[in-house]
Structure formats: C-alpha cells, structure tokens
C-alpha cells in the first residue's frame, strides 16, 4: 500500500510559478511510477506529466509542455511539478498519483493504483 501526502498548492497570478510536492510512504519509492493529473469544476480528470522509477523516463501533455517539469528525489521519496508560467487555464484540483506495478505509469488514470487527497491551484488573471 502507498500512502501520498501533497503540498505546495495556492493562489498565483498568471505567469507565476509554483512547486507541488507530493511525499510518498508504504512502499519503497524507488521502485514506484508516479504521475501528476489535475481536475477542473466540471470536467474529467486530466493527464499532466508522469515519471518512472528512475526517473529516466517522463512524459507531458501538450497543454503542459514547456511550462511544466516533473522530477523525483528517491532519497526524499518525494515527486515534484513544477509549475512556470502559469494560465487562468491551469486553474485545478491537482492530484498526485503512483502505480506500485510498473516502471512508467503513462497517461490514463486506469494505470495508477493509488491517489492523493489533491491540492487546490488556482491561477488569477
């Protein structure tokens, strides 16, 4: 079992920057996949990026490309978003996500097995 604990969200101006922060226990970290999604008022939830074991290997969606890096520290068995430039758009409940079965979690909600309470990011234009 995985336990997730996420901090560092909160009110920014748009073009601002944030770091999220989501601490993981319960299972070696290092051997967890871990991925960041995000959910609007009204809308499914989303894929944001993702990172595997290593680290070695990351993915983005588009919307996010460019602004957006995730990264992992195993000593700290922490995963880390951060968030550059950021647009009203952004504006979501930000989930921190980990899947105990595989290297790479990939992009669909379906390939993770545990979920964070989520942190409020809110962007003012």
């Known amino acids: 079992q995985v336990q997730l604990v996420e901090s560092g969200g909160g009110l920014v101006q748009a073009g601002g920057s944030l770091r999220l922060s989501c601490a993981a226990s319960?299972?070696?970290?290092?051997?967890?996949?871990m991925g960041w999604f995000r959910q609007a008022p009204g809308k499914e939830r989303e894929f944001v990026a993702a990172?595997?074991?290593?680290?070695?290997?990351?993915g983005y969606a588009d919307s996010v490309k460019g602004r957006f890096t995730i990264s992992r520290d195993n000593a700290k068995n922490t995963v880390y978003l951060q968030m550059n430039s950021l647009k009203p758009e952004d504006t979501a409940v930000y989930y921190c996500?980990?899947?105990?079965?595989?290297?790479?979690?990939?992009?669909?909600?379906?390939?993770?097995?545990?979920w964070g309470q989520g942190t409020q990011v809110t962007v003012s234009s």
């Open positions: 996500a980990a899947n105990s079965r595989a290297y790479y979690g990939g992009s669909s909600t379906t390939g993770y097995d545990y």
């Open positions: 319960g299972r070696t970290f290092s051997s967890t996949a």
């Open positions: 990172i595997g074991w290593s680290g070695g290997t990351t």
